[in-house]
């Protein structure tokens, strides 16, 4: 069902994790509606599998040159003025589809991440990039702004003012700048090694519950914003519904008895 056919798409699956890559190349990936929309369907599709089938997804794209250099300039040339709102709004959907998928998502970042490419790869829980990455976000000097979550989720990763003066300036970050500022995790020689690492943490959590890492993510997602006695809330709540889970007591009994445990939720 995952793996169907798709015209911007390319979707495998290996030992349980899914990789998504972006496939425009020619145009730099850039994202067209054809493409979100695709992206929408199957993010859909990911939100319903369960842990059994799935223990990650991989965001990345073909070719050398670039992540995605953004949302697609010539598509939005011809863009009636009363479109804009849709566009935007299928692009923030599209962005929010991440943080409902039940795995961690980890965007593998390669050449250019511009515009709404920066604003996908921010959707994802964590980014990794290579040594040649480029970060930024440039709408302002197309008299735009970011339009696909950009200007929340920057300072969510950088803090406000490392924000603001990347996108009043239209700056372009390194990888290396964009791992100084929190931006990216980890940076890589190259997509080879970037692919097989992110694989490697996806499969650490084969060892880990399936259910806590749901409700961990679940948890933060929904608590970030919150002041601390909301998030103590919504923190509780996760935790008893993990409490009365057949993972809490496969987990505590194998500690116990001081075997591996084999969740199973
Ligand atoms: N859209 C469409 N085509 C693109 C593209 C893009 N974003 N980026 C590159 N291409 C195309 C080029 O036109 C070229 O096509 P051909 O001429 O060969 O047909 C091909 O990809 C190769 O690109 P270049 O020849 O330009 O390659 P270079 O190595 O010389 O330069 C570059 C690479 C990444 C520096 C350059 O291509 C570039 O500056 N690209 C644009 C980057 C950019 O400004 N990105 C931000 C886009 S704005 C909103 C919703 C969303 C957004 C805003 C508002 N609302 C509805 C409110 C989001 C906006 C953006 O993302």
């Known amino acids: 069902m995952l793996l169907k056919e798709y015209k911007n798409l390319l979707v495998t699956k290996e030992d349980k994790i899914l990789t998504i890559s972006i496939n425009r190349p020619k145009v730099l990936n850039a994202l067209n509606q054809e493409l979100l929309s695709e992206l929408k369907t199957l993010l859909t599709l990911i939100t319903d599998t369960d842990f059994k089938d799935l223990r990650g997804v991989i965001l990345t794209s073909e070719g050398e040159k670039a992540f995605i250099a953004g949302a697609d300039i010539k598509e939005m040339d011809g863009l009636e003025d009363d ?17 409902k998928v039940k795995v961690p998502v980890i965007a593998c970042v390669q050449g250019y991440a511009l515009g709404g490419g920066c604003e996908m790869a921010m959707s994802a829980d964590w980014i990794y990039a290579t040594e040649n990455a480029i970060f930024g976000l440039p709408e302002l000097s197309l008299g735009l702004i970011p339009g696909f979550g950009g200007t929340k989720r920057l300072a969510q990763f950088v803090g406000l003012a490392k ?5 009043f300036t239209g700056g372009k970050w390194t990888a290396a700048d964009a791992y100084k500022n929190l931006l990216v995790n980890k940076v890589f020689a190259n997509k080879e090694e970037m692919l097989s690492f992110a694989k490697k943490q996806l499969l650490k959590s084969e060892r880990q ?17 919150c002041n601390m006695q909301d998030s103590m809330s919504i923190e509780k709540k996760s935790f008893s519904a993990i409490f009365s889970s057949k993972d809490k007591r496969t987990g505590i009994k ?12």
Not at 83 to 99: H, I, P, W
Not at 209 to 225: D, R
Not at 255 to 264: I, M
């Open 209 to 225: 519950s399936a259910l806590g890492v749901f409700y961990s993510k679940k948890t933060m997602e929904e608590s970030y914003f």
């Open 254 to 265: 194998a500690f116990l008895n001081k075997e591996k445990p084999n969740f199973q939720y």
């Open 163 to 167: 924000a603001k003066e990347l996108i």
């Open 83 to 99: 479109k804009a709102s849709d566009f935007s709004a299928l692009g923030q959907e599209v962005s929010l589809l991440f943080s």
